[in-house]
């Protein structure tokens, strides 16, 4: 039997799935990356734990633009730490009827952070607004993820 690819075979539930995992994972280094970014800034401006955000004056950020700088590579970082859990919940949840599509919405949203995360780290805060395109992903999978969870209510309805 010839085990090529055909428009049925092509895109089976459990190959969707490895596919969403990949993404997942690339999302895990790319929050690591974010990171060491912190980490690299931290060093950079002189700013020790426990201390999130710099004034000027702390460590090395003798002025306002020093400080902004350092302060931009934390709040990009923190803002990713909060909406991970949404994140991820919606991917799972998308995940349990569409998967494949979930995969590419996920993708889309770990592009958005990553331009988000680069544009802030400029020290220009307007430039965040360059990974404003990933929320189309994050919609995406808010929209999968209540239709998995409908779908789930509705084919088993034994509550």
């Known amino acids: 039997p010839s085990h090529q690819p055909t428009p049925s075979n092509m895109l089976s539930f459990a190959s969707s799935l490895g596919v969403a ?3 997942a994972i690339e999302y895990t ?3 690591l990356w974010m990171g060491f970014k912190v980490g690299a800034a931290r060093k950079k401006f002189g700013i020790t734990y426990p201390q999130l ?5 702390d460590g090395n950020c003798k002025d306002q633009k020093a400080t902004d700088e350092y ?6 970082h923190q803002n990713t730490l ?7 919940i919606l991917f799972g ?3 349990v009827y569409y998967p494949f599509y979930a995969a590419i919405a996920a993708q889309v ?3 958005g952070r990553i331009a988000y ?3 802030y780290c400029t020290g220009d805060p307007k430039k965040r607004m360059r990974g404003t395109f990933g929320y189309l992903g994050l919609i995406s999978l808010l929209l999968m993820g209540v239709g998995s969870c409908v779908r789930l209510i509705v084919e088993d309805p034994k509550i």
């Open 21 to 23: 995992g990949l993404v």
């Open 29 to 31: 280094f790319a929050y």
């Open 53 to 57: 955000y710099a004034r000027v004056g």
């Open 71 to 76: 302060n931009c590579v934390q709040r990009a």
């Open 82 to 88: 909060e909406t991970t859990p949404s994140f991820l």
């Open 93 to 95: 949840l998308s995940c």
């Open 109 to 111: 949203y770990v592009f």
């Open 117 to 119: 995360f680069t544009g």
